[in-house]
């Protein structure tokens, strides 16, 4: 992957130790751009910057919803690459499961604390430090859960539809030099997703008229394409990547 000649780009892309952030850092750095990824395990980001290699990436530990870290991420990519051409907000978390009537308030904080605060903070952080005045692109990693009623993880599914709200008006508001999208992935095979289909994947898989559940890859590829040139007329738009199981809404 080091092989790869130097795009002159940086990317800075939250909660990218495993799964999809991982995905689309691997994808961003296939190109020749550098990354800087953050996480909350150190260890699985300085194992995560070796797979990636340590002359093309960099690694920032810490809570995303933490406004030092988030400083402290942006601080540390200038310092090391001299820009920050593009930010993926992807970390996120989904702590409960069960009917949203019996909630526990401080645990939907948390959740939107992490989804949508932490996605502010840092896209207010990469405006000020480079994008303001040298353009670029953010991608905001939402669900479909954020497009209709996601039953027993609610506080996450109203979490991403915030998000993707979020995503038009910094695309209006940071217009025209910097293009702000979302992607909305279905079940993707990661960590993060394991109670969704672990022990049942064929019957999980069975409902997407693709065939199969998405992989960390499927995410890279549509974060690059976001990220390029290729899209340079697309801003405040949210990219559903759900192998076709939305074609199946209604049905039965």
Not at 13 to 22: E, L, P
Not at 92 to 115: C, H, Q, S, W, Y
Not at 197 to 212: I, N, W
Request: proline share 3%.
């Amino acid at each position: 992957m080091t092989s790869v000649e130097l795009s002159g780009k940086v990317a800075l892309v939250t909660g990218a130790s495993r799964g999809i952030g991982y995905g689309i850092a691997e994808a961003l750095v296939a190109r020749g751009d550098r990354v800087c990824i953050t996480g909350r395990n150190e260890d699985a980001l300085k194992e995560a910057v070796e797979k990636l290699g340590a002359d093309r990436a960099i690694g920032v530990a810490g809570k995303a919803h933490d406004e030092a870290h988030q400083a402290v991420a942006v601080e540390r990519t200038m310092e090391a690459f001299g820009r920050v051409d593009y930010l993926v907000n992807n970390a996120g978390t989904n702590p409960v499961f069960g009917p949203i009537a019996d909630l526990d308030l401080n645990v939907a904080r948390k959740v939107f604390e992490t989804n949508v605060i932490s996605a502010l903070g840092f896209a207010q952080r990469t405006w000020h430090a480079w994008q303001k005045d040298n353009g670029g692109a953010i991608v905001n990693i939402a669900s479909i859960a954020g497009l209709s009623p996601s039953p027993f993880i609610a506080a996450y599914g109203v979490s991403k539809a915030a998000l993707i709200n979020l995503t038009q008006q910094l695309a209006h508001e940071f217009a025209p030099g910097v293009r702000v999208n979302a992607i909305a992935p279905a079940v993707v095979k990661t960590k993060f997703a394991q109670a969704l289909y672990e022990g049942r994947e064929e019957e999980a898989a069975a409902a997407y008229p693709l065939g199969r559940l998405g992989v960390p890859s499927d995410i890279g590829g549509a974060a690059a394409f976001l990220t390029s040139d290729q899209s340079d007329w697309v801003t405040g738009q949210t990219l559903v990547v759900d192998g076709g199981v939305f074609l199946n809404a209604g049905v039965g």
